[in-house]
C-alpha cells in the first residue's frame, strides 16, 4: 500500500481508502452512529466493514484509524462536514437516488426553494432529470408513494426526514 509523507503528514490510501465494496465520502454523520453500533473498539477499518455487513440496516460506518472506534449507521451518506480522522465509508449500491446524486437524510422545510415546488412526476428519476436542467439546483426531495418532486438550492437538509421523501444531492 502506497503512502508519502508530507510536511510530516501521512498520507495515502491507508487513511482514506474503505475497505472493498465500500466508497469513501468526506463527512458524519453527528453523533456515535445511529442505533446499530456506537464507539465499537476495533482493531481495523476492515473490522468496521465486517461488523456493518453483518447488519442488513447497517448502509455505512465511520472509522477513526488514531482512536480504533467504528461507529455503525442506518444512513448511506453524510449530512455534515468530515469529524477529525474518521473515514465515512458506504457500502456501494446504497443510494436511494439515481446517478449522479447521493441520498442524504432529512428535509428542507416546505415545497422546494424557488425553482420546482410540489410539481407532480412519475418518478425519481424525471425528479434528477429536472434538477439537472437547472445549474442552480443543489438537491432534490421526492416521494414515490405521492409522486412529488420538490428541488432545493440548497445542497442540505435543514430537519430531519419527512415522510417517505428521499433527499438526493448532486454529486
Known amino acids: 500500500m502506497l503512502q508519502l509523507v508530507v510536511l510530516g503528514l501521512l498520507i495515502g490510501p491507508a487513511l482514506s481508502s474503505c475497505p472493498k465494496g465500500y466508497d469513501h465520502y468526506n463527512g458524519d454523520i453527528p453523533g456515535w452512529g445511529t442505533s446499530l453500533g456506537s464507539a465499537l473498539k476495533v482493531s481495523s477499518r476492515e473490522w468496521c466493514a465486517r461488523l456493518c455487513n453483518a ?5 455505512s460506518f465511520e472509522h477513526s484509524s488514531k482512536s480504533q472506534l467504528c461507529n455503525l449507521n442506518t444512513g448511506a451518506t453524510p449530512t455534515a462536514n468530515k469529524y477529525l480522522d474518521y473515514a ?3 457500502k456501494q449500491g446504497s443510494s436511494d437516488c ?3 446524486y447521493r441520498a442524504v437524510d432529512g428535509d428542507v ?8 415546488s410540489a410539481r407532480k412526476v412519475g418518478s425519481r428519476e424525471v425528479c434528477a ?4 436542467s437547472w445549474t442552480q439546483c443543489r438537491s432534490f426531495e421526492h416521494s414515490n408513494s405521492a409522486g412529488v418532486c420538490n428541488l432545493n438550492t440548497s445542497s442540505y437538509p435543514t430537519r430531519g426526514n419527512y415522510g417517505d421523501y428521499k433527499f438526493c444531492i448532486k454529486s
Open 109 to 116: 422545510p416546505g415545497w422546494g426553494t424557488y425553482l420546482g
Open 88 to 90: 465515512f465509508c458506504t
Open 55 to 59: 447488519l442488513s440496516r447497517c448502509l
Open 98 to 100: 439515481p446517478a449522479g
Open 129 to 132: 432529470l429536472m434538477c439537472s
